[in-house]
């Protein structure tokens, strides 16, 4: 029954990937925890219907996976940002331009997951981030 701005927010994503249809009423009602679970079972999460840090890094990177490295600027940035803010806590801003914090960002993940330290978002990377691995 919580209500605040998050479960607004995780109802938009939900919605924008076609597993929520509810009101975005920013309450984690039955229609979000039900949303939040087929979310977790189609991606291989463990289906628990809290949203921890495994499930905001999945969502937050789910989308296209293009090659993106230093001076790229596009939405992709933007979700690579946010979600490497929910795996890592990185507090980058989320200006959707890959710059010097967020190529630290992705190194420092890179290195947590067992990946080259490139500093360069290919699929590997993206894989990791979409698996909701932190």
Known sequence: GRRDPQVRALQCLLRKHDLYQGEITGRYNRATKRAVLRFQRTRD????????KNSW????????????KYGSASNAVRRLQRALNA??????A???????????????????????????VAQDTWRQLQAGRF
């Open 45 to 52: 999460l463990r289906v628990t219907g809290r949203v921890a």
């Open 87 to 92: 795996a890592t806590g990185a507090e980058l």
């Open 94 to 120: 989320v200006t959707g331009v890959f710059e010097r914090r967020t190529t630290r960002a992705v190194r420092g993940y890179q290195r947590t997951r067992g990946l080259r330290r490139t500093g360069v």
């Open 57 to 68: 890094t999945a969502l937050l990177s789910e989308g296209p996976a293009p090659l993106s």
